[in-house]
């Protein structure tokens, strides 16, 4: 099959280190494997990572501020509006998802691709794919990892939240099928959807690479490296921002470190919470037993998770965690037990005193407990990491790939002229 994967979203460099970038890349190289023919049509390609084995086709925004000013014009806006940086950026994305609508078909026609299939990940203000798939006749795969909206007027300000409603609605009627990574986030999508969901929507987690994550591979090399010696090492691994817990990570390590001195914390990763996080450990006298490496790219995490002993996911408690946390099933693979709280899909990736341990959500000091136990208990933490790699078996991007496709195609419709 030739597949169209299509990122819309300039948030999400396709060769970056986000769990997203690492996301869309996992599953273009994985339907490669399966034999299928990509063209990866994006908005940013971004840098850090080799590109995957697929026509990769940037089309970035080229919005002219006549655009803009004609955008405004109609939602009756004065021009001055476009000096709120928020709603100039919300402006620029609408425009540019009313280019895509002609640009990517003429970007394929170019190559000479014609797709038999359109894989879509949702993204913010986009609707064009609905437009792109009926202008080429094909089916479109729709993707949804995350309540869009809700994320962006929580953490980042949303002016035309009107514009961002209706084109998701658009979006998800206008797809053919709708793969969600989570139950909760399958559940938004119905209740945007009300009755016209029926069977279209489905949850299809987040995968792993098990070849590429093997256990301790690397290890040896990696602790002396940062002169870890006999430490018992706790790996953090994602973004520094507020609702990945960060505080509640600094609080419980401020308080491990006096139960148990020979502990570290190597927290990989960036964001905004990051310079706040390193200097509040560094003023409690901490800072010799923490490794702060900042962003690694994502072909060198095996190794960083190889050189921990255990991981931590301290995701603050939320009503609808959505989640499906690409860094936990990494850790599983690698043969790393994970902590974390019993919130969302992580109690179904996580079988407490088995493959890792659950606390109760926002609990710092069931958290410390749960932490301390498999410090102390080496023999224990062993058997669980060899309990989560098994685990992690069962999320391989291959068959993860496979499935999405041929369940993309039967709702869609269509019998797949492929193998899955």
């Given at each position: 099959?030739?597949?169209?994967?299509?990122?819309?979203?300039?948030?999400?460099p396709?060769?970056?280190?986000?769990?997203?970038?690492?996301?869309?890349?996992?599953?273009?190289?994985?339907?490669?494997?399966?034999?299928?023919?990509?063209?990866?049509?994006?908005?940013?390609?971004?840098?850090?990572?080799?590109?995957?084995?697929?026509?990769?086709?940037?089309?970035?925004?080229?919005?002219?501020?006549?655009?803009?000013?004609?955008?405004?014009?109609?939602?009756?806006?004065?021009?001055?509006?476009?000096?709120?940086?928020?709603?100039?950026?919300?402006?620029?994305?609408?425009?540019?998802?009313?280019?895509?609508?002609?640009?990517?078909?003429a970007?394929?026609?170019?190559?000479?691709?014609?797709?038999?299939?359109?894989?879509?990940?949702?993204?913010?203000?986009?609707?064009?794919?609905?437009?792109?798939?009926?202008?080429?006749?094909?089916?479109?795969?729709?993707?949804?990892?995350?309540?869009?909206?809700?994320?962006?007027?929580?953490?980042?300000?949303?002016?035309?939240?009107?514009?961002?409603?209706?084109?998701?609605?658009?979006?998800?009627?206008g797809?053919?099928?709708?793969?969600?990574?989570?139950?909760?986030?399958?559940?938004?999508?119905?209740?945007?959807?009300?009755?016209?969901?029926?069977?279209?929507?489905?949850?299809?987690?987040?995968?792993?690479?098990?070849?590429?994550?093997?256990?301790?591979?690397?290890?040896?090399?990696m602790?002396?490296?940062?002169?870890?010696?006999?430490?018992?090492?706790?790996?953090f691994?994602?973004?520094?921002k507020?609702?990945?817990?960060?505080?509640?990570?600094?609080?419980?390590?401020?308080a491990?470190?006096?139960?148990?001195?020979?502990?570290?914390?190597?927290?990989v990763?960036?964001?905004?919470?990051?310079?706040?996080?390193?200097?509040?450990?560094?003023?409690?006298?901490?800072?010799?037993?923490?490794?702060?490496?900042?962003?690694?790219?994502?072909a060198?995490?095996?190794?960083?998770?190889?050189?921990?002993?255990?991981?931590?996911?301290?995701?603050l408690?939320?009503?609808?965690?959505?989640?499906?946390?690409?860094?936990?099933?990494?850790?599983?693979?690698?043969?790393?037990?994970?902590?974390?709280?019993?919130?969302?899909?992580?109690?179904?990736?996580?079988?407490?005193?088995?493959?890792?341990?659950?606390?109760?959500?926002?609990?710092?000091?069931?958290?410390?407990?749960?932490?301390?136990?498999?410090?102390?208990?080496?023999?224990?933490?062993?058997?669980?990491?060899?309990?989560?790699?098994?685990?992690?078996?069962?999320?391989?991007?291959?068959?993860?790939?496979?499935?999405?496709l041929?369940?993309?195609?039967?709702?869609?419709?269509?019998?797949?002229?492929?193998?899955?």
């Amino acid at each position: 099959m030739k597949l169209l994967y299509f990122n819309p979203d300039r948030g999400i460099p396709v060769l970056g280190d986000k769990g997203a970038s690492v996301h869309v890349r996992a599953f273009v190289e994985a339907a490669r494997r399966l034999g299928h023919e990509v063209a990866l049509v994006c908005t940013a390609r971004g840098a850090g990572n080799p590109p995957p084995d697929a026509l990769l086709i940037e089309l970035a925004p080229a919005t002219s501020p006549a655009a803009l000013e004609a955008l405004c014009a109609e939602r009756g806006l004065a021009l001055p509006f476009l000096e709120d940086p928020v709603a100039r950026r919300e402006l620029a994305r609408i425009a540019h998802d009313r280019a895509l609508v002609h640009a990517v078909p003429a970007a394929l026609a170019r190559a000479g691709f014609q797709p038999d299939m359109i894989y879509e990940r949702h993204a913010l203000f986009h609707s064009s794919g609905v437009a792109i798939a009926r202008a080429l006749d094909l089916p479109r795969v729709l993707e949804v990892n995350a309540p869009l909206i809700v994320e962006q007027r929580r953490f980042r300000g949303l002016v035309f939240e009107d514009a961002a409603r209706a084109a998701e609605a658009a979006s998800y009627r206008g797809a053919d099928a709708i793969l969600t990574v989570s139950d909760a986030v399958a559940d938004q999508v119905r209740l945007v959807l009300g009755r016209d969901a029926g069977e279209r929507v489905r949850v299809v987690p987040n995968g792993v690479d098990p070849d590429r994550f093997q256990p301790d591979v690397g290890r040896a090399t990696m602790r002396a490296r940062l002169g870890l010696g006999a430490a018992p090492t706790i790996g953090f691994f994602g973004s520094f921002k507020p609702w990945h817990g960060i505080a509640m990570l600094g609080e419980v390590f401020r308080a491990l470190a006096v139960t148990h001195p020979a502990a570290r914390l190597l927290a990989v990763g960036e964001g905004p919470e990051h310079a706040a996080f390193r200097d509040g450990l560094g003023a409690a006298g901490l800072a010799d037993r923490l490794v702060l490496p900042g962003r690694v790219p994502h072909a060198d995490v095996p190794a960083w998770l190889a050189a921990c002993d255990l991981t931590i996911a301290p995701y603050l408690p939320q009503q609808d965690f959505y989640f499906s946390p690409l860094k936990v099933v990494e850790s599983l693979a690698a043969g790393r037990p994970v902590v974390a709280p019993a919130l969302g899909q992580l109690t179904t990736l996580i079988d407490d005193g088995i493959n890792g341990r659950l606390y109760r959500p926002g609990d710092a000091g069931d958290c410390l407990r749960a932490l301390g136990d498999l410090i102390d208990d080496p023999a224990a933490r062993a058997a669980m990491g060899r309990a989560a790699h098994r685990r992690a078996a069962g999320f391989g991007w291959a068959r993860i790939v496979a499935d999405a496709l041929a369940l993309g195609a039967a709702l869609a419709g269509r019998q797949p002229a492929w193998p899955a």
